[in-house]
Each structure stands twice: as C-alpha cells, then as structure tokens.
C-alpha cells in the first residue's frame, strides 16, 4: 500500500516559479514510478510528468516543453516538480501518482492517487 499526500500549490503570476511536493509512506514506494497529473475544471485529467523509481528516467509531457523538472528521493520518500515560466493554462489540480509502468501514463496505468494541490496561475 502506498499513500500519497501533496503540498505546495498555491498562487503565482504569469513566468513565476512554483514548487509542488509528494511525500509518500509505505515501503514498496521505492518500486514504484511516482508522477504527476493535473486536471482543470472540465478538463480530463492529463499526464505531466513521472520518474521511474530509481530517479534517473524522467518522462515529460510534450506541453511541459522545458518548463517542469522532477525529482526524487528515495531516502527521504519524496517526489518533487519545480514549474518553472509558468502560464495560466497550467492552473489545475495537481495529482501525484504512483505506478508501475513506465511510459507516458493515462489515469488506468495508476495505482495509488494522491488527494490534489491546487495550482493557479494569474495573467
């Protein structure tokens, strides 16, 4: 069993900078790709961004385009995404995910959700 709770939405303007957080608690995290979804209202949700469980293969989104990096640490049972230029159409709920394959995931390859951070991005 995995948990998985987000911190770190809020706020921000146009170009700012925002970090988001996943601390996760259970001890097979560490075999689990863990990522990020984001939904806007009457939005699908939409696959942003994983990490495989080791940390070394990130996979992106084609709109992150450069703009997001994640990260992990297994030590600590964390799994960060620092949003860089940020633009309105980033505001979203924010999810964090965990899973087992890797490849841009849909919401059937998730096993574990985290409950959601909102992200609001002002023009």
């Known amino acids: 069993q995995v948990q998985l709770v987000e911190s770190g939405g809020g706020l921000v303007q146009a170009g700012g900078s925002l970090r988001l957080s996943c601390a996760a608690s259970g001890r097979i995290f560490n075999t689990y790709a863990t990522g990020w979804f984001r939904q806007a209202p009457g939005k699908e949700r939409e696959f942003v961004a994983l990490?495989?469980?080791?940390?070394?293969?990130?996979l992106y989104a084609d709109f992150v385009k450069g703009r997001f990096t994640i990260s992990r640490d297994n030590a600590k049972n964390t799994v960060n995404l620092q949003m860089n230029a940020v633009i309105p159409e980033d505001t979203a709920v924010y999810f964090c995910?965990?899973?087992?394959?890797?490849?841009?995931?849909?919401?059937?390859?998730?096993?574990?959700w985290g409950q959601g951070t909102q992200v609001t991005v002002s023009s």
């Open positions: 990490i495989s469980w080791r940390g070394d293969v990130p």
């Open positions: 995910a965990a899973g087992r394959l890797l490849r841009r995931w849909v919401p059937t390859d998730v096993d574990y």
